[in-house]
């Protein structure tokens, strides 16, 4: 996808953003960024902030940096910033030479702390975390002082300074805002701005043990990078205050300005970052691209495209009140791009031999196929036809319901491409009685394209040629939750992180021993197509030459839509 092609929507966030520069409060300037924390995989939800940001600046003629909050190096690893970096590009969005992190600017921050020392608005605390949460008090509770509030402004300075050189152990102290202890917003009851954490950073290495919170950070950041609009989620709203606070009170010149969006919330959907980092951690998922998941990795090895998901988080638009998006609506965006790109593909998930009795035992014949009929330029193929054919075991009833159009005793149904076949017998097996052979017959004259074929039947259904059909494993994904984020969230359960219990136990399904047309063969990692009649499939990062494996990206039916013309009726 070309930058220039993608359009984010009309929103709040750019009637703000057209009022600023009717004004003047930027001279004109839009520059905006997407800050994720390297402490994890990016998923959809960060898919529809990357659209936003990005897209607000292409729209604006504006900027936007990618930068990445590495503030807590407890958490960070250099595997999920490259992870970062590799999925918003694949989203089609580039940074240009703009890409910074929050720990360029430690020393920066350090100073910026020191200037607020001087200004007697931070000191040094020694209450622990516990104790710092109790003097907090809460809603209806204004908080207590800390006895070391009202330290001399030489002493913090001492101490502070102390602290950076590794005097004391984890915890012992932190730098706190002197603000007010009985505001109404707890953000503002002297919040923490710096803690002593003694961990190897993934770009400083050890050169600092005391880092900034991300309350402190995030306004400075923005500040130092020009950042006009500082685009972030709900949760952050109550934050806004401290940090309109950090640039007031330090008197920085042009400050960007805090707006705050709804995030996206799927159904039948984690779209927690703690609770993914567990799943992977635990083994509950094969790694953070199992296609289970919705990071973007995942969706990406899936088979989702960028097109996809970038047309999914523009027409779910922008929002100032959260909500949750039906999980079948992604699907039907991302099957709406398929639809257009998938070239067509016979695959057997469930194979039953099929013999066409008066067929010539030795002939093969190539029979050819559209590859997309969607789009003609995409040509067609030849694929090889035999007496012997495998079909999917559904697709014949011994006894049949009303109204059933497919394969049964005396019926007739179309092979795709080729010919009108009856059905003529069966052979099951002695023991059992499961039927192991079906026996038809063709009509020669029948063939599909042949002049004169004018017979029609209302039954077509997708073979492989016995002698030509190549194996594959093929993994069925489905909804990884078996109820939506609102369900578990008003549950007592989700309080005690027992939200596994909602993990639906069929989320994966292999099947093994499906029968695929020659043509895949070759086919590469990555590429996409539809099985016919079966859905959309991607070939999966772990196939090899020897072993073909195909995940299904959507099921071939649109629920989506049918709902929504269900609800227009």
Known sequence: MELSDYQVPVNFIQEIIDQDKKTNKYQGRVHLRFPPEPNGYLHIGHAKSICLNFGLAIKNQGLCNLRFDDTNPSTEEVEYINSIINDVRWLGFDWGDRLFYASDYFEKMYEYAINLIKMEKAYVCDLSPEEIREYRGNFTTPGKESPYRNRSVEENLDLFQRMRAGEFPDGSKVLRAKIDMSSPNLNLRDPVLYRIVRASHPRTGDKWCIYPMYDYAHPLEDYIEGITHSICTLEFEDHRPLYDWVLNTLNLPHPPQQIEFARLNLTNTVM???????????????????????????????????????????????????????????????????????????????????????????????????????????????????????????????????????????????????????????????????????????????????????????GTLHWVSAAHAIQTEVRLYDYLLLSTPEEIETEEEDKKDDFIKKLNPDSLKILTGCLAEPELRDAKKGSKFQFMRKGYFCVDLDSQPDRLIFNRIVSLRDNWERTAQINNM
């Open 272 to 458: 927690s970052k703690r609770k993914l980092r567990r799943l992977v951690e635990e083994g509950y998922v094969n790694g953070w691209d199992d296609p289970r998941l919705p990071t973007i990795s995942a969706l990406r090895r899936r088979g989702y495209t960028p097109e996809a998901i970038c047309n999914f988080c523009e027409r779910i638009g922008v929002s100032k009140s959260n909500s949750t998006v039906d999980i079948r609506f992604l699907e039907h965006c991302v099957r709406e791009d398929l639809n257009k790109k998938a070239a067509r593909v016979m695959v057997v998930l469930d194979p039953i031999k099929l013999i066409i009795d008066n067929y010539p035992a030795e002939q093969i014949e190539e029979i050819e196929i559209e590859n997309n009929p969607e789009d003609p330029a995409y040509g067609s193929r030849k694929i090889p036809f035999s007496r012997v054919l495998f079909i999917e075991k559904d697709d014949f009833c011994e006894n049949p319901p009303q109204g059933y159009f497919r394969l049964s005793p005396g019926k007739e149904v179309r092979l795709k491409g080729a010919y009108i076949i009856k059905c003529v017998g069966l052979v099951k097996d002695e023991e059992s009685g499961e039927i192991k052979e079906i026996h038809c017959t063709y009509d020669p004259e029948s063939k599909s394209g042949k002049p004169g074929a004018k017979r029609k039947v209302k």
